[in-house]
């Protein structure tokens, strides 16, 4: 069996995939988590640009260590990536959050994530026009069934009035997404996961630190006690938990998760990270989510599925064969 990561086919045992589809659910799930720990701070005087520079710095300071270990004592693969790492860190870790903490400051989150989150399409499109990686019926319809189940699950029937200047920064927020799989993807590097992680993850806070210093990040906390599923915490326990699950576990479980599925497959699998968003919503915040939102949900389970069974009928443009 062959899978394709990020531009090569690369052969892989298929007892991999089941780690490969663990880790990301994983990283779906630590990701899903943001949401609902961060509205409680938020209402409370909590700014997004303060919340999402705490969890990317905390993040950093967790994963640094691991990622200066996994080098061992090793530091030429961080010189020969040190553009990756830099793009990395600037597009799928603080250009991600900031653009979409921008969208929702001028439309409804629902529109928001959804555009973000057509981020998969764009790996697919990508990898065919830069890569020659033409996907197949399968994955197309898998990729349909992914849509439509997301727009059930972000319930957007109720109609939502789109900004132009929101949907931009959506945009943006979607090249960041389709960043973070792209080039997690990427086994060729030398580059072992954690350092990726651990760069990205560094560069991104020094990044969003210089963007509140310079005001186009504003910088609010508050020092208050939050409500979670009718019980009362401190503001640092979410902050910490943000920190090491929505930003630490979340970023090296989903490079890792990249690494073994591949970029496309990581991708659509980890729009599962909605229904997580919806379901941690649920558990914390008391939203229940409707009937509608759970067919969504399992249309998204479907899709995923179509894109891994469709992988087999990618067409790749063979190599010249040896002389």
Not at 114 to 136: C, D, F, K, S
Request: glycine share 14%; with cysteine; proline share 5%.
């Amino acid at each position: 069996m062959s899978t394709l990561t990020n531009d090569v086919v690369v052969g892989r045992p298929a007892r991999g995939v089941p780690t490969g589809i663990t880790l990301a659910l994983t990283s779906a799930l630590a990701f899903g988590l943001s949401g609902a720990l961060a509205r409680p701070l938020l209402e409370s005087g909590w700014t997004a640009g303060s919340v999402v520079l705490v969890r990317i710095g905390l993040g950093a300071l967790i994963v640094a260590p691991f990622g200066v270990r996994s080098l061992r004592g090793d530091w030429s693969p961080v010189r020969r990536n040190a553009r990756l790492i830099l793009v990395y860190g600037v597009l799928a870790v603080a250009g991600a959050q900031f653009c979409y903490f921008s969208a929702v400051s001028y439309m409804q989150v629902g529109p928001a994530l959804l555009i973000e989150y057509t981020a998969p399409a764009a790996v697919v499109v990508w990898l065919w026009l830069r890569h020659a990686q033409r996907p197949g019926l399968v994955t197309l319809g898998g990729a349909a069934i992914c849509a439509i189940g997301l727009v059930l699950v972000l319930d957007l029937f109720s109609g939502a009035d789109l900004s132009a200047v929101g949907v931009l920064w959506a945009l943006g927020a979607m090249v960041g997404c389709a960043t973070y799989f792209v080039l997690g993807a990427d086994d060729t590097t030398g580059l072992p996961p954690l350092a990726l992680a651990a760069g990205g993850l560094v560069v991104g806070a020094v990044l969003l630190a210089v963007l509140g210093l310079a005001g186009l990040l504003p910088m609010r906390v508050a020092d208050s006690v939050v409500t979670y599923a009718g019980l009362q915490t401190s503001w640092w326990v979410p902050l910490g938990l943000l920190g090491l699950m929505t930003a630490a576990v979340a970023y090296v479980t989903g490079i890792g998760a990249a690494r073994i599925l591949g970029s496309r497959l990581a991708s659509f699998v980890a729009l599962s990270e909605v229904v997580a968003g919806v379901a941690w919503a649920w558990v914390l915040l008391g939203e229940l989510p409707g009937p509608i939102q759970l067919l969504g949900g399992a249309l998204i389970l479907v899709g995923v599925v179509g894109v891994k069974l469709g992988e087999r009928d990618v067409a790749v443009t063979p190599a010249p064969a040896p002389a």
